[in-house]
């Protein structure tokens, strides 16, 4: 770690240049002795990176930022406080402390936290950070986490763990088990030193399989940022033999949907033709596969088995989702359809349907956006319709 570029010249310099094109920059080199110009070009692009996903390191002072990569990998700000609100207790020590964002906000809650790391430049820099924070109950740790943890005395309250890919081998489809550290391998081991555990997965793991491969899951949690899911979280506690919750949240600007539910429990929807409004589930619903759930709960209706929309002749304030007033309801004919578009625009979403939004776009001509919205599905009755709607 450089603590070069921290001085005042090179901070104002970043600062000057957060909006300069980087690879220009790096061809102009350093106006610099005592900081390469890949060391500064670094900086910026990790500043930039965290303007609106870790808003505290981009506005305090003299913080050093990792590779882009790190800064990737990392929790954002939300999804640190929503994971900081599920802990409590004494201690708690993270086994993949990273960019130590998720440590920073369990420090708010939890009165002694470790923070693990193998990568010694990834730890300096962290551990200079916290002194800019003024944090003082983080506690750094270089080497193998699991090592770490063999060798501590402590029992912890908590056990924090952030598991990384070894590969993408497997493309999209993986188990916990192909990743670093191998949780269901150690979990036996992990329980011998705490009696809750905190794991936070990619959002393309598999629910299911994932329960399957863990032992006493209590709780599931699906959080999305603005209809896009970031995290799924898992945590367990030892001996535990209840049902499993599931939470998802769906985290807006103003406010947060959310949709709890119990976990494989079998429950039947009612299928029916489109009625007056049509209601579309934001991701963390999707992810969680609360399909029925959500329609028994709300006492609504799904438009078929695969499509995941849902109608109603009353309008849901508490919808956790997007709400529609159908205008029109179509058979799948272009010439209609063009008719009712007289500037050939429109918002096109596909559910159960045979084609996709570029396939109907390249053969209707239908250009993006407008305040028209079409759902291009399947009814109940395995019919192509198109439902012409407007937002709610």
């Known amino acids: 770690m450089n603590t070069n570029l921290i001085s005042k010249n090179v901070q104002d310099f970043i600062e000057h240049n957060l909006n300069t094109d980087i690879n220009k920059l790096i061809l102009k080199g350093s106006p610099f002795k005592n900081c390469n110009i890949q060391e500064i070009a670094q900086q910026i692009e990790g500043k930039q990176k965290c303007s609106k996903k870790l808003p505290l390191w981009h506005l305090t002072k003299n913080i050093l930022f990792p590779k882009k990569i790190n800064i990737e990998q990392t929790s954002s700000e939300i999804t640190a406080a929503y994971k900081a609100d599920l802990v409590d207790g004494n201690s708690l020590i993270d086994l993949t402390g990273g960019f130590g964002v998720d440590c920073l906000y369990f420090s708010k809650k939890i009165k002694k936290v470790i923070h693990c790391e193998l990568n010694s430049e990834l730890l300096q820099l962290v551990t200079h950070n916290y002194n800019q924070f003024n944090i003082e109950n983080i506690e750094t740790v270089l080497g193998d986490s699991l090592l770490t943890l063999k060798n501590s005395k402590q029992k912890f309250d908590w056990i924090y763990i952030d598991p990384s890919r070894r590969n993408d081998a497997k493309g999209k489809v993986?188990?916990?088990?192909?990743?670093?550290?191998?949780v269901p391998e150690n979990l036996e081991f992990l329980f011998e030193n705490s009696q809750k555990i905190l794991i936070k997965n990619s959002p393309i793991l598999d629910i299911t399989n994932t329960i399957r491969e863990l032992k006493f899951v209590k709780e599931i949690h699906i959080i999305a940022i603005h209809n896009e899911v970031k995290e799924l979280l898992f945590v367990l506690e030892k001996n535990y033999s209840g049902i499993i919750a599931i939470?998802?949240?769906?985290?807006?600007?103003?406010?947060?949907?959310?949709?709890?539910?119990?976990?494989?429990?079998?429950?039947?929807?009612?299928?029916?033709?489109?009625?007056?409004?049509?209601?579309?589930?934001?991701?963390?619903?999707?992810?969680?596969?609360?399909f029925n759930q959500i329609a028994t709960h709300l006492h609504i209706d799904k438009l078929h088995q695969h499509s995941h929309l849902y109608t109603s002749d009353l309008l849901l304030d508490n919808f956790p989702g997007r709400k529609f007033k159908i205008?029109?309801?179509?058979?799948?004919?272009?010439?209609?359809?063009?008719?009712?578009?007289?500037?050939?625009?429109a918002n096109i979403t596909i559910r159960n349907f045979p084609e996709t939004v570029a396939q109907i776009r390249k053969k209707t001509k239908i250009k993006d956006g407008g305040n028209i919205y079409l759902f291009f599905t399947m009814n109940c009755n395995n019919k192509k319709v198109i439902l012409l709607c407007s937002k709610i």
């Open 327 to 345: 205008e029109q309801q179509l058979s799948y004919d272009k010439k209609k359809l063009l008719k009712l578009l007289p500037d050939k625009k």
């Open 174 to 182: 993986f188990l916990l088990k192909d990743c670093l550290p191998n």
């Open 247 to 290: 939470k998802t949240r769906n985290i807006l600007k103003e406010t947060t949907q959310s949709f709890d539910f119990v976990f494989d429990t079998p429950v039947l929807a009612n299928y029916t033709l489109p009625k007056k409004y049509i209601y579309e589930p934001n991701a963390a619903i999707l992810k969680s596969g609360a």
